[in-house]
């Protein structure tokens, strides 16, 4: 008689529910009816065992919580067999038993988030075996960092984990429960014939950045001399370390490489990176276990390659020659910086056909200012033409001696000419340089040139705006700079202060989205100009794990003109963002790795340009990697410090300065007055820390699209070496033809340049006034700063304020801060002025 235990065990039918009871009688009797079909079975030779992987684990509790969490409902996590220790007071059984909670055939929730030799979703492809072993260990309470709600489930109600950070105390496992585990790991191999040596892993390695089971006191070689995983061949060891220490250790990407062949879930960056400290920590907690640093040195290296030459032999012949190839490759020269705007021998080592193109160069000047230095290396004399007029020189040249000429007399505004000829003797040389121009402090000569603008600003304060400084500089000479107002008019609670704090021209601003421009787009610049970044070169080229739907087309220069597809901002700081909890991080390296792994692009990739903070949080994690160092560090160290700029610092409280040297922002904190709140939120004043609440709260203070503080006077020294075309004295450091890439016209829209505003003929008045040419460009600032430089007019104009120190009014929704109500905080009326005050007195 046919019945249901003909189709399904009586075990499963009995865990069936009510209404999958009923479909499946209904399926029964259809197979009834249909029981004359015939069905002839022909065995295909395509197919494999389903399961690939043994993944062994410990429970860091005991026998009896390891039990209930393995078994209960709602613990969200499994395993299909759990082996119990004998020194636990919670087991009672005098030998050890093996407990099986999952049959084999069937899936358990003992891999999470996984990864081994190209296989995720480990779950369904692996048997998870328990082992009781109970490590002492000191933790900090730690941040949930996953995408999976499974996996939530798993390491805050399990407990059977701890992470790598933690302070462990690792005992011996138990030899009886070691034994009982060859001999169960035997049979399930016999069993489970595809599970290869390299495929009997333990949780860490599949999960290097969240697990550290079965610890380093797991016995992996007995395991192996039992027939049971892999291990290294001695001799090959040997053989790695001698080539090794003889040599050098494979580079970071070699490691990589070579880790990601054997299993282990990791991107070649080339940087000594997280995921890389990670898995190394792993592979040495499984195979070298008396040293798991995080740190790769001639034992570490020699280890994984003898485990690939023995499991993996194609793959180790070709990494080993890929290190040889590396071993012996001498890099390029690097980018060699000129002396100053004009640093050429003469005459020219290399000369055109075109004879009258040689030995001829150009220069920025300026009317009777600079000098000419002639560093002679062996000639007796040469004629030297500055815009057609021969340098005079009253001596012979003498081998190797510096001759220095003042430009009075020879010199004009704007573009001159160079020429050198009749080096003598021939075949001799000379080395000409010439700095490019420096600021000079010309403002008591303009002091009533810009009263109107003094007039605007002041009445602005005299009405409320909370402070301002304004700088000018034309023609290489700071011709404005002028303090107004207040660096800080109220206390911590909203009450004004008797005494509020007056402005200064010294005060640092938080310069808010010019942080995008002075910051991270120098940092792009100078870096394309030393060849060591295309803007052309997609980002998954310099972030090789910025993967994802759409992006493996993005380019560098779609994120400098905003046209990469990104919604306009991401808020991480809040866990109802509008991407969900699983995008709220207050941690820099969890933003990052959310920046580059898991924001989703909003629209397709260049179908308009929608101005997005995200881009430039991307940039900047762009410069690190490329770089090798922190945005602040690179920044100020290769930025701001040759240009003698001590002022211009990512998070200054922790560099040295003071509250009271900074402009303050808001009243009360990041809360709009109480109208806001998310966890950690600041409610004083704001001074000295960054107001955007992404770089505070996400990225630390360092983020490429906001933290940046700056004076207007280190401010103009940057714009200086803008209008300079790239230099600054006799510091060279982004080439020209960089900066043309950079400030020309978007194609879509001619707002955007790569990164910068432009003014386009007018579009945008509210930033640069109606008055700028085509060919301005700057930036603004959310906190109340602008900037605009004009190589028309040889003009920068650099505003900055706090305009968001001020009370803010409107009801929950719909508000605005008192200080964006003014003329000074809407920046074209006061830009506007300080044009007409220079092009209405150009013949003065």
């Not at 309470?141 to 933690?166: F, K, N």
């Not at 990589?256 to 991107?267: C, E, H, V």
Request: glycine share 8%; net charge negative; hydrophobic share 35%.
């Amino acid at each position: 008689m046919f019945s249901v235990k003909n189709v399904v065990s009586n075990r499963h039918f009995s865990s069936l529910n009510k209404n999958s009871k009923y479909v499946l009688l209904i399926a029964i009797l259809f197979l009834v009816s249909c029981s004359s079909l015939n069905v002839d079975f022909i065995e295909s030779n395509n197919k494999s065992n389903r399961i690939k992987l043994l993944v062994m684990h410990y429970t860091a509790i005991d026998y009896k919580k390891s039990l209930s969490a393995l078994v209960n409902k709602g613990s969200g996590v499994s395993s299909h067999y759990l082996i119990p220790e004998r020194n636990d007071e919670s087991y009672n059984e005098s030998d050890i038993k093996v407990l099986q909670l999952v049959d084999e055939s069937e899936r358990a929730w003992h891999a999470g988030s996984s990864y081994w030799q190209g296989r995720t979703d480990l779950n369904d492809q692996s048997i998870g075996i328990e082992i009781v072993n109970v490590p002492t260990c000191h933790q900090q309470s730690i941040e949930i960092d996953t995408d999976s709600e499974a996996e939530v489930e798993e390491q805050v109600t399990q407990q059977h984990q701890l992470p790598l950070e933690s302070m462990c105390y690792y005992p011996d496992y138990d030899p009886e429960q070691i034994e009982t585990l060859i001999k169960l790991t035997q049979d399930i191999l016999e069993r489970n014939p595809d599970i290869g040596p390299t495929q009997i892993v333990g949780h860490s390695d599949i999960a290097p950045a969240r697990k550290s089971d079965p610890g380093p006191r797991f016995p992996w070689q007995q395991l192996y001399q039992a027939g049971i995983g892999a291990w290294y061949d001695k001799d090959d060891v040997q053989k790695y370390w001698d080539i090794f220490i003889s040599t050098e250790i494979p580079n970071t990407g070699l490691i990589q490489a070579a880790l990601k062949t054997y299993g282990y879930q990791i991107i070649e960056t080339g940087i000594w990176d997280k995921q890389t400290q990670d898995v190394v920590s792993a592979f040495q907690a499984h195979f070298i276990p008396w040293q798991v640093t995080g740190k790769a040195d001639e034992q570490f290296a020699a280890t994984l390659f003898a485990l690939l030459d023995k499991y993996f032999p194609k793959h180790a012949e070709w990494l080993l020659a890929r290190y040889e190839r590396e071993s012996r490759y001498q890099p390029e020269q690097e980018h060699i910086v000129k002396l100053g705007q004009v640093d050429q021998i003469f005459p020219q080592p290399k000369l055109l056909k075109n004879s009258l193109v040689n030995n001829r160069t150009t220069f920025k000047g300026y009317k009777d200012k600079g000098h000419l230095t002639l560093n002679n290396i062996d000639a007796r004399s040469a004629d030297i033409f500055i815009n057609g007029k021969l340098l005079k020189m009253t001596e012979n040249l003498s081998d190797g001696k510096q001759y220095t000429f003042p430009m009075a007399g020879y010199s004009v505004n704007g573009v001159n000419t160079l020429k050198v000829e009749n080096v003598l003797p021939e075949n001799s040389q000379v080395n000409i340089t010439i700095p490019f121009t420096t600021l000079v402090d010309k403002t008591a000569e303009h002091k009533k040139q810009f009263e109107a603008v003094d007039k605007l600003i002041e009445k602005d304060i005299e009405d409320g705006f909370p402070g301002a400084v304004l700088m000018v500089v034309r023609n290489g000479e700071i011709i404005k700079h002028s303090s107004y107002g207040y660096a800080r008019k109220f206390e911590d609670g909203g009450n004004e202060l008797t005494s509020p704090e007056t402005m200064t021209t010294q005060h640092l601003f938080d310069i808010a989205s010019n942080t995008k421009m002075f910051a991270t787009n120098l940092a792009l610049m100078k870096l394309n100009t030393e060849g060591k970044l295309d803007f052309n070169q997609t980002i998954q080229h310099y972030l090789p794990e910025y993967q994802g739907k759409g992006k493996d087309s993005i380019l560098v220069k779609d994120l400098l003109t905003h046209s990469a597809g990104y919604a306009p901002e991401v808020k991480f700081f809040k866990p109802d963002n509008k991407l969900g909890e699983r995008f709220y991080s207050q941690t820099p390296e969890r933003t990052k790795r959310l920046l580059i792994n898991k924001v989703p692009l909003q629209i397709g990739r260049n179908v308009r340009q929608v101005y997005s903070d995200t881009d430039y949080m991307l940039l900047g994690v762009l410069v690190e990697r490329i770089t090798g160092m922190p945005l602040d560090q690179y920044s100020e160290m290769e930025i701001y410090r040759p240009l003698g700029l001590s002022h211009t610092k990512f998070n200054p409280l922790k560099k040295g300065f003071n509250k009271s040297q900074t402009a303050a922002t808001e009243i009360f904190g990041n809360s709009r007055s109480g109208r806001i709140s998310f966890p950690n939120i600041r409610t004083e004043v704001l001074q000295g820390e960054v107001h955007d609440e992404k770089a505070f709260y996400s990225l630390g203070g360092v983020a490429g699209h906001a933290g940046l503080f700056s004076t207007t006077g280190d401010l103009a020294v940057l714009t200086q070496l803008l209008l300079n075309r790239g230099g600054y004295g006799d510091l060279s450091m982004i080439s020209s033809s960089v900066i043309d890439q950079f400030v020309k016209p978007s194609d879509k829209n001619g707002t955007y340049g790569l990164g910068w505003r432009r003014a386009n003929n007018g579009n945008r008045k509210f930033h640069f006034g109606p008055y700028a040419s085509p060919l301005a460009y700057g930036h603004t600032g959310w906190t109340g700063t602008v900037t605009v430089i004009d190589p028309e007019y040889d003009l920068a104009i650099i505003l900055l304020t706090n305009a968001r120190h001020s009370v803010i009014e409107g009801d929950e929704k719909h508000y605005a801060f008192q200080g964006k109500l003014f003329e000074t905080g809407r920046y074209g009326s006061v830009i506007s002025l300080v044009y007409e005050a220079i092009l209405n007195n150009r013949s003065k």
